[in-house]
């Protein structure tokens, strides 16, 4: 691959939290792209790779780490405050991925309060199952076909952190995906809100609250502004942003570990309103800084 003429750290794009399926072996990154085993690594301005399967094209490998992107342009627009600041000295060059908006989705469903490695693991085993082996121990992310077809036993055979409950979740959002033919790519060629509100009423009742649909829009749907608050961003909007809500709402909050449905959206907007169209790209640069410091 040519040197890159744009800002790419591929570490702390990998590393960041966004992503469940790349495992690093010394200087290596192993994942998958499309149906396409990959590895790959950083040396300077170069990317180098390699496909064990059929390889993929530069442009796809450039679209997947969304190397079109206008990153010194994005960052100079979010760079407002010390925080923001600190935040992008210290990991300039991460940036957002363009995921599978159905492996992103059941990813993020399993990904409530548990931690990445495991997520990590419950993917591996989600795909090891009902996934189609492209080389190796590697496996593609199984369709929402293969998890409709799946028994809930088996899904729950999978390490999923709220056993049964939770692949009885997995199991419905397949089963409806398949049965309503829901095309989750087709919310990239609508707005933000009415993404997000497809993903809600799609998947009422079934693990897909505001914080999963959020994910789903930033990292799969081409949402840039949408803002996914976990706990780790509610208090790093919270102790260093205040100024964005009002006291009432900062004091009745701040000693809440979860948000409802207004207090999120509220906070939400406080954020999307500060940070612009780009909210997204500042959510991923304050949840590495706040997580790994």
């Known amino acids: 691959m040519d040197p890159l003429t744009t800002p790419f750290n591929l570490d702390h794009t990998l590393e960041c939290g966004q992503v469940f399926h790349w495992n690093r ?20 301005d170069m990317l180098i790779f390699e496909a064990q399967s059929e390889p993929p094209r530069i442009s796809r490998i450039w679209s997947y780490f969304r ?3 206008d990153l ?8 407002k405050d010390i925080v923001i600041h600190e935040a992008i000295q210290k990991y300039r060059g991460l940036r957002l991925l363009r995921q599978d908006p159905w ?8 990904s409530r309060r548990t931690r990445i490695e495991q997520i990590k693991r419950i993917v591996r085993n989600l795909s090891r199952t009902f996934g189609r082996r492209i080389g190796g121990d590697e496996y593609t992310f199984p369709t929402a076909q293969a998890l409709a077809n799946a028994s809930v036993d088996d899904v729950e055979k999978c390490d999923l952190p709220y056993g049964k409950r939770e692949a009885k979740e997995i199991s419905m959002i397949a089963k409806r995906t398949v049965d309503l033919g829901i095309n989750l790519n087709e919310l990239k060629l609508v707005g ?9 009423s799609s998947y009422s009742g079934y693990g897909v609250g ?13 949402k840039l502004e949408a803002i996914p608050i976990d706990v ?14 009002d006291p009432v709402f900062l004091r009745k909050v701040s000693s809440k570990r979860s948000l409802t449905s207004k207090e ?9 309103r500060y940070f612009g169209q780009y909210t997204g790209y500042a959510q991923e640069y304050l949840y590495y800084y706040r997580r790994v410091r």
């Open 25 to 44: 072996s010394g200087d290596w990154w192993q994942g998958v792209i499309g149906e396409n085993l990959v590895k790959i690594k950083q040396v300077g």
């Open 67 to 69: 190397l079109d992107d």
């Open 72 to 79: 010194p342009g994005i960052l100079a627009k979010l760079d």
């Open 103 to 110: 492996e992103c989705l059941i990813s993020y469903v399993c």
């Open 192 to 200: 933000y809100e009415e993404a997000k509100s497809t993903l809600l």
């Open 210 to 222: 505001e914080k999963v649909a959020d994910c789903v829009c930033l990292f799969s749907l081409e």
């Open 232 to 245: 780790w961003i509610k208090r790093v909007l919270l102790e260093c942003y205040p100024d964005l809500v």
């Open 264 to 272: 999120y959206t509220k906070l939400s907007l406080a954020a999307r």
